[in-house]
């Protein structure tokens, strides 16, 4: 799931999810509560980016799926590697916060746009971030409940480009974080994440070979149509708020996966990518409601400084 930023102005600026993010996001919430209502929540994995326009994106996007479940039988999972790589202040966070831009502190709710009291989220919501720990500041970090778990053995980097070899390191710790969610057991993994690193991820399987037929054209999707046309996931950055799906296989001998963020001799051996489908805001997502207005009289609807134009 692709998020959408604003502006920022500090250095080191965890840029925040915008209004349109957000509406965006819950756009999705139906989406995802159809898809995956039918999956018990110990098949689903959540996980994000520790930026927060993309955490964001997650618990919004997912919001009716946690609720439905139970926001407790979900535990989000904060992957550095699902960063944005780059040294540009939007894609870091809070100096104060993260010094040395590793990604390994978690999500605060100081640097969400949702804040303490979102009427868009489900009650709990708050349980899935830093900084607002069950029974106040007296708990201490080690002690917390809080819904959400750093998995720090997956690095992220600094180094702009998709081709670099640091870069190719979190590509291929995305890849091995995907497959041993499957090797746990898991049938479904929702990822908030950037349009940049999308792409680059797609980009690296189809250099290592792991798409079943070589291409990253995926289809368009508009609903249950797959004739809407294609996409490139590898060459195109997703939209904002879209969704890219694909299914991971990952075979017997792929079990010892051996060390993250290291690359596998025989990748294509041990697990493919197919079906890729993109779903776009604005296209695919259906109306679950409509609002009609009708306006009785038409004069003198404006104040008074616009009289010369009733109606």
């Not at 041993?180 to 908030?192: C, E, M, N, P, T």
């Not at 991820?201 to 189809?206: A, D, E, I, Y």
């Not at 997703?238 to 690359?263: M, R, Y």
Request: aromatic share 10%; proline share 4%; with cysteine.
């Amino acid at each position: 799931f692709r998020e959408e930023k604003k502006g920022f102005t500090a250095q080191w600026t965890d840029a925040k999810l915008t209004h349109l993010g957000q509406d965006e996001a819950v756009a999705s919430q139906v989406f995802f509560l159809e898809t995956l209502r039918a999956v018990s929540a110990e098949k689903i994995t959540l996980a994000g980016s520790m930026l927060s326009r993309a955490y964001d994106t997650l618990v919004l996007a997912t919001a009716l799926l946690w609720r439905e479940h139970g926001r407790h039988n979900f535990r989000m999972e904060q992957v550095p590697a699902f960063m944005e790589f780059g040294g540009a202040v939007d894609v870091n966070r809070l100096q104060k916060r993260d010094p040395d831009q590793t990604g390994l502190q978690p999500v605060s709710i100081e640097d969400s746009s949702l804040g303490l009291d979102n009427v868009l989220l489900p009650e709990g919501y708050q349980d899935f971030y830093d900084g607002t720990e069950n029974g106040g500041d007296s708990i201490p970090t080690w002690a917390t409940r809080k819904l959400y778990e750093v998995r720090a053995a997956y690095p992220r980097w600094i180094t702009s480009g998709c081709d670099k070899p640091a870069n190719n390191i979190q590509l291929s710790s995305l890849v091995h974080y995907l497959a041993s969610q499957a090797v746990l057991g898991k049938s479904h993994v929702v990822v908030g994440s950037h349009s940049n690193l999308i792409r680059c991820f797609f980009k690296f399987l189809k250099n290592e070979g792991l798409l079943v037929d070589g291409s990253s054209v995926a289809a368009l999707r508009e609903g249950d149509d797959v004739s809407a046309g294609t996409y490139d996931v590898a060459a195109e950055r997703l939209p904002n708020g879209g969704i890219v799906a694909f299914d991971l296989l990952v075979l017997p001998q792929a079990t010892g996966l051996g060390e993250p963020g290291l690359s596998w001799t025989h990748w294509a051996e041990e697990l493919n990518v197919s079906d890729l489908a993109v779903w776009r805001p604005g296209h695919e997502f259906r109306s679950i409601a409509e609002v009609s207005f009708t306006v009785a009289n038409g004069t003198h609807l404006l104040s008074s400084d616009f009289n010369d134009h009733e109606g």
